[in-house]
């Protein structure tokens, strides 16, 4: 079966430190790997994404991600966390093949980073 | 542009009443989903359109049901809602194999 995982539910990093927000997949074919981020009562905002091309994705607010091929993860990183980026960070994946619509999103990861 | 919009942006119901969530792009997007967020569960899809006058099932279909009447509304309905429907709706849209866009939600609270 298809899936994706986030192995922590909670990640706390001490501001000015460098975070990493872990996602692994299982999905056939080349898939197409995303993060989003959800801050409180609000909807899911894109970050970056993994299509095809280098293996290192530069994303908004600073973020990127590494997709490891023969790892199956696809993990969010930022070299040093601020405060703000206290939120609720989901990974999902899309099979990538042709007339496939759906995707599955991780459970998600809480990221505290602490002042 | 508005982006993705969702109405209403809080309900609640009494159980076996029903109501419909409504989905508004302004993107031109072919893609439409419905999704549910819960506690420790993450998203959810529970019907989703590949374009307009097509819906298909997602992972929790039940109790639910869809159209998509013109390429920018996807609309949502509970015809008897139950307490086990309690959750955060987001609906979302996406051009093509790309990212998808998402609503701000829809908190429904079934008593």
């Known amino acids: 079966a298809q899936s994706v995982a986030q192995p922590e539910d909670q990640v706390n990093v001490a501001e000015g430190n460098p975070l990493t927000v872990k996602c692994t997949y299982s999905?056939?074919?080349?898939?197409?790997l995303f993060w989003y981020v959800q801050y409180p009562n609000r909807g899911l905002q894109f970050l970056l994404k993994?299509?095809?091309?280098?293996?290192l994705v530069k994303g908004s607010y600073g973020f990127e991600a590494e997709f490891n091929k023969s790892q199956t993860s696809f993990h969010l990183k930022k070299p040093s966390a601020l405060v703000s980026d206290s939120a609720l960070y989901f990974c999902?994946?899309?099979?990538?093949?042709?007339?496939?619509?759906?995707?599955?999103f991780g459970t998600g990861t809480r990221l505290k980073v602490l002042a | 542009n508005a982006g993705v919009t969702q109405t209403p942006k809080f309900r609640v119901l009494k159980t076996g009443q029903s109501m419909t969530l409504l989905c508004a792009q302004d993107?031109?997007?072919?893609?439409m989903y419905w999704y549910r967020q819960d506690p420790g569960m993450g998203l959810r899809l529970i019907h989703y359109?590949?374009?307009?006058?097509?819906?298909a099932k997602g992972e929790v279909p039940d109790g639910y049901n869809v159209s998509r009447l013109k390429k920018q509304n996807f609309l949502l309905g509970l015809e008897s809602a139950a307490p086990s429907q309690t959750s955060v709706y987001f609906c979302?849209?996406?051009?093509?194999?790309?990212?998808?866009?998402f609503g701000p939600g829809t908190r429904l609270t079934v008593l």
């Open positions: 999902a994946v899309s099979p990538g093949t042709s007339g496939t619509y759906k995707y599955i």
């Open positions: 999905v056939s074919g080349n898939p197409y």
């Open positions: 359109s590949v374009g307009e006058g097509t819906t």
């Open positions: 993994y299509i095809t091309g280098d293996n």
């Open positions: 993107m031109n997007h072919e893609y």
């Open positions: 979302a849209s996406r051009p093509g194999a790309g990212e998808q866009f």
